[in-house]
């Protein structure tokens, strides 16, 4: 028990007195909640990648369609069923503007004396798919953000209304969503695209419609946790108004499910327009979603795979791109939810 | 004898009322709080004392009874300006001190609520030299006033709750558990900052706890609460040496101490509320024992504790 | 005496998001047959941690094992592999956690929850599992054990909830029984039930007890030894006497002068100033040296050893050095002492040494 006690030497047992503010000192960084998420977030591979992604495919919406010289919507009888072709990659044997014509496996271009290159082929009307594809992202994406925004604020309401007052109100309102939920989706749907023009606001307003009570559910069971944390009754017992309370204490507590759910809700609403689309009770023709693409690519895919491939492609890649986000940022933002 | 500041009349807090599940919460308590002095109130988990504090301070609408403040009946005020007044001169320290800080807000607009809402300071500047000032009353510093409650140790965090319910300059505060939930070490620290907060702006306070040796210290009266009913409350030093209800008394024996030979001679008491054997026709009401202790028993077991 | 288990130079490191926490950092001791070892410290001093490798309970993925070995039946517990720790589990080590609610499965009658190691380690007959379970009911003080066999969890109070737990622990005579902050969520009065079982118990089935808790009064009425843990190191060990009543680390005498004592009027408790240390970054040296009144320079450079008080009371504080200075201890732990023979302060007769 006693090594080299000895060799200390004498003066270093005098007697110190420590500063005791020194005792409260804290070294740590300070990091608020969103900092701390981000270093969390940052060490998620996966969710960063498909940040990227994410961010490429949203840049390619805006700019694809313009990066090349062909009108998304111009049909050109004559330049219908061109398979992809693509300066550079045609060298190695794909993307070569090969395609079968009855049995033969030829050039299309040279057959057809083409010089323009359609990168990504061109649809039975002679569209280009290329710019079609990246219109169509962006009409997806646009019609899911939308969907997923009215989903939040109706949701994010609803729920938060009926926790926050409890009771009564809640009962109410809480049968009122019961009755909705009973009601299968789809008959609404259908129900609503019948009355309504068919077009970007119907669906939106289709997937809308039921769609934040998911939402509504999961901010009610928040805001019941919540308010009767003690930070809330002492904002209380200091006098703070309901607004205040919801606005400041509330509110910034529960904005991390909210976001985590936004980012499940969108992929999902992406899905739910492709297959509206796909069932044709979707956008119509000339205008273009994923949706109506993977629809007129899959009944031409025996002979025009790549009228598929391209949007199946992407639609994929949104859906996984948005679910590893929206678990890495459940995992950054709320830990104990892991389980 | 000092001022009466608060005064608890009949003050009943029933849940789910008139249901199967009626819980008697509080029942028909009745007690003052004089001006300047500590009342502790005592008692298991469930027996309503947490729940007495916060339906004092209107976080829940008494069912029945009267809660008066210097002589102003607490629930019956309506008006807006009424309850912020009463919310200014009424505060609350509460039990966890993890989940009483809110999480995504700074600690000097966790401070600067209170002022905030009441408008007490103007500007920027004043507030901020406000909060460093409450700061340092509780022994922290400004460095600390930007950063985020969970940054900090549980006994740090209690008495960020301890400037924040300072902030409005109340007369009365209620603690609510403020300690149970601290390390013994962090209590001390506690326990010291709000007696030199009582000397220092005349606070009165009403402490809730189950930990009867710190009740016992920092308490001039101490109630014992037993399923909703307040059984016995008096001067704490009658109350430890001379307690007349078997639960206070079974309550008191069950005290651990850090000292081995006493726990070793230690003679527990339980208490059965069959006991007493109260027939139909006995009213059991509190009544007076000696000045200032009162006791719930029949009209029989009083006489018997004049006798003793 | 026969030692039940030895942990012998313990160091573990968690690894987190903000960094590597050094939550043990070299720990000793050792529980003799029969006796109970106590080990006390606040939230963050390692006390649970300890127990919880001794039971190999920590997350595999983030916990690292620097150093060290838990001897237990001639085995090291850190080597062995998942298969056999299955079996020490329950079988010859069992624990009791502080909630019984989160220990008890809601879904099962109790009396299957206890039948459980009976059947699995001890490998009776359902029928005897079922007879010993009614007898080991009765044993906690069970009222009617044989109705109260096929409640759920829900049906009991706080108090008997913990009851049955011990019940489950006890099943197959458990050569150590860790328990965990049994009574902290309890009421005082269910609380001193509770410890009069376990000591009661303990006689009878002859088994060892690491109890851990913050609360230096439960302690006071159970341990036979208390081990004082602060910033993930031992710094006092000895008989529960010795802690009492001649405590020698700095730490010992904050947290013993921290209690108010009932009959005493202290006019202002004594508090240990500061937060305990951070083990993201544990401080050079004594870790409670920047909090402690009594610091010496060295504190700031070298941990301390564990300085021999007697066979039995070991202290890791400088302050025992032979070229420290005397210092007086604050003025309750000099009462403590006078009571104690072999204190520098013990005085048979009334009236202070100094």
Redesign the interface.
């Known amino acids: 028990?006693?090594?080299n006690?000895e060799k200390?030497p004498?003066?270093?047992?005098?007697?110190?007195?420590?500063d005791?503010?020194?005792?409260?000192k804290?070294?740590?960084p300070?990091?608020?909640?969103w900092q701390d998420a981000w270093?969390?977030i940052r060490?998620n591979k996966a969710a960063i990648i498909s940040m990227f992604i994410l961010a490429f495919i949203v840049i390619m919406a805006f700019v694809g369609p313009y990066m090349v010289k062909f009108d998304p919507q111009e049909v050109n009888v004559t330049h219908a069923n061109l398979p992809p072709k693509i300066p550079g990659l045609e060298k190695w044997g794909i993307a070569d503007g090969q395609g079968k014509l009855g049995t033969k496996t030829l050039d299309i271009y040279e057959v057809k004396k083409i010089d323009e290159y359609y990168w990504f082929g061109t649809d039975s009307l002679g569209r280009d798919l290329f710019s079609r594809l990246w219109m169509g992202t962006r009409i997806s994406l646009y019609i899911a953000l939308v969907a997923a925004i009215i989903d939040v604020f109706i949701g994010v309401l609803y729920g938060g209304i009926s926790a926050y007052y409890g009771g009564r109100t809640d009962d109410i309102m809480q049968r009122i969503v019961e009755v909705l939920i009973g009601i299968p989706t789809l008959v609404i749907v259908i129900l609503m695209l019948l009355v309504m023009e068919p077009g970007i606001w119907a669906i939106i307003i289709a997937i809308s419609i039921t769609g934040w009570i998911g939402m509504s559910r999961i901010v009610r069971g928040q805001v019941l946790k919540f308010k009767n944390?003690?930070?809330v009754?002492?904002?209380?017992?200091?006098?703070?108004?309901d607004s205040?309370i919801i606005g400041?204490?509330l509110l910034?507590?529960i904005?991390a499910i909210i976001i985590i759910n936004m980012m499940f809700t969108i992929p999902t609403a992406i899905f739910f327009e492709a297959f509206l689309s796909f069932i044709g009770l979707g956008l119509q023709a000339p205008a273009a979603s994923l949706g109506t693409l993977i629809n007129d690519g899959y009944k031409f895919l025996e002979y025009q795979p790549h009228m598929l491939f391209f949007p199946a492609v992407l639609i994929s890649l949104l859906m996984i791109a948005f679910n590893l986000i929206g678990d890495g940022l459940r995992d950054a933002l709320d830990p104990k939810m892991k389980d | 004898m000092a001022k009466k500041l608060l005064e608890i009349k009949n003050l009943k807090q029933y849940f789910n009322e008139g249901k199967k599940n009626e819980v008697r919460a509080v029942d028909d308590i009745t007690f003052d709080i004089y001006k300047g002095e500590t009342l502790g109130l005592v008692g298991e988990s469930g027996c309503g004392k947490s729940t007495t504090g916060r339906t004092i301070i209107r976080l829940y609408n008494a069912t029945g009874g009267e809660v008066i403040y210097d002589g102003i009946d607490v629930h019956n005020k309506k008006s807006k300006k009424d309850l912020k007044m009463f919310n200014r001169k009424m505060q609350m320290i509460f039990q966890d001190p993890y989940a009483s800080l809110n999480p995504r807000m700074k600690v000097l607009d966790i401070i600067a609520e209170g002022l905030d809402i009441h408008g007490l300071v103007k500007g920027t500047k004043e507030r901020t030299a406000r909060v460093n000032e409450l700061l340092e009353t509780v022994g922290l510093n400004r460095e600390h006033a930007n950063r985020y409650p969970h940054e900090f140790s549980g006994g740090q965090r209690q008495r960020l709750g301890i400037a924040r319910a300072l902030a409005v300059e109340p007369e009365f505060i209620i603690a609510d558990e403020p300690i149970s939930a601290l390390d013994v070490s962090i209590q001390a620290q506690v326990v010291n900052l709000l007696k030199e907060l009582q000397e220092e702006k005349g606070l009165t306070y009403l402490f809730i706890a189950h930990d009867l040796s710190m009740v016992k210290y920092i308490s001039d009266r101490i109630g014992v609460m037993y399923f909703g009913k307040l059984v016995e409350i008096g001067p704490a030093e009658t109350l430890y040496t001379a307690p007349l209800h078997p639960y206070t008394q079974s309550l008191l024996s069950a005290i651990p101490l850090p000292d081995p030979n006493y726990e070793r001679n230690r003679v527990r008491k339980g208490y059965d509320p069959k006991s007493h054997k109260y027939l139909d026709d006995e009213e059991v009401t509190m009544r007076e024992v000696t000045p200032g202790h009162f006791v719930l028993c029949s009209q029989r077991e009083f006489d018997s504790f004049k006798k003793a | 005496m026969e030692k039940v288990i030895e942990v012998k130079n313990l160091e573990l490191s968690f690894h987190t998001f903000a960094g590597e926490v050094k939550a043990i950092r070299g720990v000793n001791f050792e529980v003799n047959k029969g006796e109970t070892l106590a080990i006390v410290g606040e939230s963050g001093s390692g006390k649970s941690v300890t127990t919880k490798s001794i039971m190999r309970l920590l997350p595999e993925s983030s916990t690292e094992f620097k150093n060290g070995e838990i001897l237990f039946g001639g085995k090291d517990l850190l080597k062995i592999s998942e298969k056999e720790m299955q079996k020490v589990r329950g079988k010859d080590i069992s624990m009791i956690f502080q909630d019984p609610m989160t220990s008890l499965n809601p879904t099962m009658p109790i009396g299957r929850q206890i039948m459980e190691p009976l059947l699995k380690h001890q490998k009776l007959s359902k029928a005897d599992a079922r007879k010993k379970s009614i007898e080991l009911l009765g044993l906690v003080g069970m009222p009617k054990p044989e109705l109260r066999m096929k409640q759920y969890p829900h049906q009991f109070s706080g108090g008997q909830r913990q009851r049955i737990v011990i019940a489950v622990a006890l099943a197959c005579n458990p050569k150590l029984l860790i328990a965990d902050e049994p009574t902290t969520a309890l009421d005082v009065t269910i609380q001193g039930q509770i410890l009069e079982l376990m000591k009661d118990l303990q006689q009878k089935i002859d088994t060892s007890i690491i109890f851990i808790t913050h609360d230096l009064g439960v302690v006071a009425n159970v341990a036979d030894r208390v081990a004082v843990m602060y910033g993930g190191q031992i710094v006092e060990v000895g008989t529960v006497d010795e802690i009492f009543y001649n405590p020698q680390h700095p730490y010992t005498w904050g947290l013993l002068s921290s209690m108010p004592s009932l009959d005493a009027a202290e006019d202002k408790l004594y508090a240990i100033p500061g937060t305990p240390p951070d083990l993201l970054a544990p401080p050079k040296g004594d870790a409670f040296a920047l909090r402690s009144e009594y610091a010496l320079k060295i504190d700031l450079e070298q941990t301390p050893p564990m300085f021999k008080v007697s066979d039995t009371h070991y202290a890791a504080t400088w302050l025992l050095h032979p070229d420290a200075p005397q210092v007086d201890p604050p003025v309750g732990i000099v009462e403590r002492m006078k009571t104690f023979p072999g204190s520098r302060y013990y005085t048979g007769n009334a009236g202070g040494a100094n």
């Open positions: 028990m006693t090594n006690l200390l004498k003066d270093s047992f005098e007697r110190i007195t420590i005791s503010t020194h005792a409260e804290i070294t740590k300070s990091l608020s909640f270093l969390r060490k944390q003690e930070f009754l002492a904002a209380k017992t200091l006098g703070a108004s205040r400041k204490h910034p507590n904005m």
